[in-house]
């Protein structure tokens, strides 16, 4: 009898122990199921995330600037969700991917996608000059407006024909105004005896000898320690560069004169735009659409409290007759336009579009 429940006893401790490790198999079975489950998930977003077609975008800009900020608040999203993740952009400021000579060769070749540029192209293709030449445009808002006209872009996408891009729009890159540690700047004969830095650009050269200033071409690397030891007295940049530089420490001046809007090209690799699907197309060039409104905005906003950043430093600001400043230096214009054919051309849309 106690042979006979004994025997009962193990059997049941066996069945227990068979149960035990019945449940044990099943949860590591469940738990090794949930884990290739995640490993398949994250192996599929690994993969799709590999699918994504990278755009690089490279420009020559800090993170702070307008530029940076509108290409990460608007540009980017919008072509990733509206490709629904076919693309996925990458933004390369500071120059990351090389000076502007470089990444506009990059995206000539197509191992850029894309870049937002100067007018490093102007000596090659004198249309482009319109879009950064003194006295052309009359403020940054106009400058948007006229340059991102259909008409407009179609003149400079004929230059951009030749080098493989596309543009796709243009941005806002400075207004130009003068500062100096003489005195202020209220009438055109103020600027007699100065001693003004200027970028090595023959039409920047030309506009100010019209002016009256003395010029001296440096680079901006030099301009400091030139304003300190008394090489020059002055310089031409937008308000923001006077102040993130410090040169207001030595240039307590500054005249908003406005005399040249300059303006960024937003490219793309021609073939590399031509690979897309017209759906994708249209996607980048809303957002190139968007980014260029948005970049203004920012830009306005962003110069208005620079300057009172400016004047709460101790610099004086003062607001000259731009129309007697013009008068005096728009003479580089009719220069140019007898020199440069597509120029002129560039130029006679311009006018038409301001009403001129």
Not at 216 to 235: K, P, R, W
Request: aromatic share 8%; hydrophobic share 40%.
């Amino acid at each position: 009898m106690k042979k006979k429940v004994l025997s009962v006893l193990l059997a049941a401790v066996m069945l227990i122990g068979l149960s035990a490790c019945g449940g044990s198999s099943g949860g590591s079975a469940s738990s090794s199921g949930s884990s290739a489950a995640s490993s398949s998930g994250s192996s599929a977003a690994s993969s799709a995330s590999a699918k994504a077609i990278p755009i690089k975008v490279a420009t020559y800009y800090a993170d702070a600037h307008p530029s940076s900020i509108a290409l990460e608040e608007v540009f980017k999203p919008m072509v990733e969700e509206g490709t629904e993740g076919r693309y996925v952009v990458e933004i390369y400021g500071n120059n990351a991917l090389g000076g502007e000579a470089e990444f506009n060769e990059g995206v000539k070749l197509g191992t850029i996608e894309m870049c937002l540029t100067g007018n490093i192209m102007g000596d090659q293709f004198p249309a482009l000059y319109a879009a950064d030449f003194p006295w052309l445009m009359d403020s940054v808002q106009q400058a948007s407006e006229i340059c991102n006209n259909p008409e407009l872009l179609a003149m400079f996408q004929e230059a951009f024909n030749q080098v493989n891009m596309t543009c796709l729009g243009l941005s806002v890159n400075g207004n130009r105004c003068i500062s100096n540690n003489k005195h202020p700047i209220n009438h055109l004969s103020d600027l007699q005896g100065i001693k003004l830095r200027l970028p090595e650009a023959a039409h920047y050269v030309s506009n100010f000898k019209y002016l009256g200033a003395t010029t001296v071409t440096m680079s901006l690397s030099e301009v400091f320690t030139a304003l300190q030891q008394g090489t020059i007295d002055g310089q031409e940049n937008p308000p923001t560069t006077l102040l993130t530089n410090g040169w207001y420490e030595v240039q307590p001046y500054l005249a908003i004169t406005n005399h040249q809007i300059s303006m960024n090209f937003f490219n793309v690799n021609t073939n590399f735009f031509n690979s897309m699907s017209d759906a994708d197309k249209a996607v980048l060039q809303d957002a190139v659409t968007a980014f260029v409104a948005r970049q203004l905005e920012l830009y306005t906003v962003g110069m208005e409290n620079d300057v009172k950043a400016l004047e709460e430093h101790g610099v004086e600001v003062t607001y000259p007759d731009r129309d007697e400043f013009k008068a005096a230096g728009s003479q580089v214009i009719d220069d140019y336009c007898e020199k440069y054919p597509e120029f002129k051309a560039a130029v006679e849309v311009v006018h038409r579009l301001q009403g001129v």
